[in-house]
């Protein structure tokens, strides 16, 4: 091989490593500023149908080959402390569930951290559908996950049903 090939070859590996290597650290950050309408229901068929408001503002981080990870705020109008408690970084786990996270709160006050575990979280796309597993009893330390269901955009019983059979699609 010639000198020029040689230094063709390391110029093209380098290249290729430089691309690899930014593809694998950029996160590709797309900002999420959404109310959506959203029912809240237990059971099937649904025992006491509700609705509220889901916002979402804040970034969503989409690396190419990690979990992606949501940085912002999401606020539910039932719950008060949604909005007074600080959001810990939702994490979406590809390998759990098509996109699973958990949806946690935290606030300081006194010198006293309190920590509220409010749910399991899934999205489909950018926050096209949401979907929230509550779990209960809320605002006490121990907690599991019943049949408390929080999903948006949906404005009935019916619209949220769909969006459970969205999310069951999504994980086979």
């Not at 006050?109 to 489909?124: E, Y």
């Not at 605002?139 to 999903?151: A, C, M, N, Q």
């Amino acid at each position: 091989m010639s000198n020029n090939t040689i230094k063709a070859l390391i110029g093209t590996l380098a290249g290729l490593l430089l691309i690899s290597l930014f593809l694998w650290l950029y996160p590709f950050p797309k900002k999420i500023d959404i109310e959506y309408p959203a029912v809240q229901f237990r059971g099937h068929p649904a025992e006491a149908v509700e609705q509220t408001t889901l916002t979402l503002k804040g970034v969503l981080y989409r690396p190419l080959f990690r979990d992606e990870r949501f940085v912002g705020e999401l606020f539910i109008e039932k719950y008060d402390f949604t909005t007074k408690y600080e959001l810990i970084d939702i994490v979406f786990h590809k390998n759990i569930r098509n996109g699973w996270g958990t949806l946690s709160y935290t606030k300081v006050a006194n010198g006293q951290v309190s920590l509220n575990t409010f749910g399991d979280i899934r999205k489909l796309n950018q926050f096209d559908k949401v979907l929230i597993s509550v779990y209960e009893p809320i605002g006490e330390s121990s907690k599991t996950w019943t049949d408390l269901v929080i999903t948006a955009p949906a404005q009935s019983f019916e619209e949220a049903q769909d969006i459970q059979e969205a999310f069951r699609d999504s994980s086979d």
